[in-house]
């Protein structure tokens, strides 16, 4: 877990003869723990690419927030099983610093696109005065139709098979 000290992290990976250091943020601190363990691996002179992902980590927040921290592979994972592809290419020595330069272009292009966008703050008072007022006891409000814990082992998988993005398990 990235909630694991960033020494312990290396640490691990070095005592391991690791080749890839993979972290997951489930919870918002654990982005700025992701942020520690860059700088941490950038100084300790490492060169194993790392891989990112989890509920609170975005392509924004590894392009803005992380990568440049270490220059040696920070890779965003937005699903884990694109981690198998991303493990396959930073794994041959062959597609490994093409498919690096490819990320930290795509981070470089989304932090040119951020700072182009032009941003206008109003003052506080003025943006209080626009606040969406809701007099909840005139909305209908719906029950559900059921309440409480619910049972779903009887999904029908045809319905859920549309919905998973193989492309990662045919690498």
């Known amino acids: 877990g990235v909630m694991v000290p960033s020494e312990k992290i290396i640490e691990t990976?070095?005592?391991?003869?690791?080749?890839?250091?993979?972290?997951s943020g489930l919870i918002t601190p654990s982005l700025e723990e992701m942020a520690?363990?860059?700088q941490a691996?950038?100084?300790?002179?490492l060169s194993l690419p790392l891989i990112l992902g989890g509920a609170t980590t975005s392509k924004a927040h590894t392009a803005l927030k992380i990568a440049p921290h270490?220059?040696?592979?920070?890779?965003?994972?937005?699903?884990?099983s694109q981690t198998v592809d991303f493990a396959r290419q930073l794994m041959n020595p062959n597609t490994k610093q093409a498919f690096i330069q490819k990320?930290?272009?795509?981070?470089?292009?989304?932090?040119?696109?951020?700072?182009?966008?032009?941003?206008?703050?109003?003052?506080?008072?003025q943006a209080r005065e626009k606040l969406t007022h809701i007099d909840w006891s005139q909305e209908e409000?719906?029950?559900?139709?059921?309440?409480?814990?619910?049972?779903?082992i009887d999904?029908?998988?045809?319905?859920?098979?549309?919905?998973i993005n193989w492309l990662y398990f045919l690498g």
């Not at 999904?155 to 919905?163: A, E, G, H, K, S």
């Open 141 to 152: 409000i719906i029950q559900p139709k059921v309440v409480g814990k619910q049972n779903f």
């Open 70 to 80: 270490y220059k040696n592979g920070v890779i965003y994972a937005e699903d884990a």
């Open 41 to 45: 691996m950038s100084d300790a002179n």
């Open 155 to 163: 999904v029908d998988m045809d319905l859920v098979i549309p919905y």
């Open 13 to 23: 990976a070095l005592q391991e003869k690791a080749d890839i250091i993979a972290v």
């Open 36 to 38: 520690d363990l860059a």
């Open 103 to 125: 990320k930290y272009d795509e981070y470089e292009d989304l932090v040119n696109k951020m700072k182009a966008i032009k941003r206008t703050f109003v003052p506080l008072q």
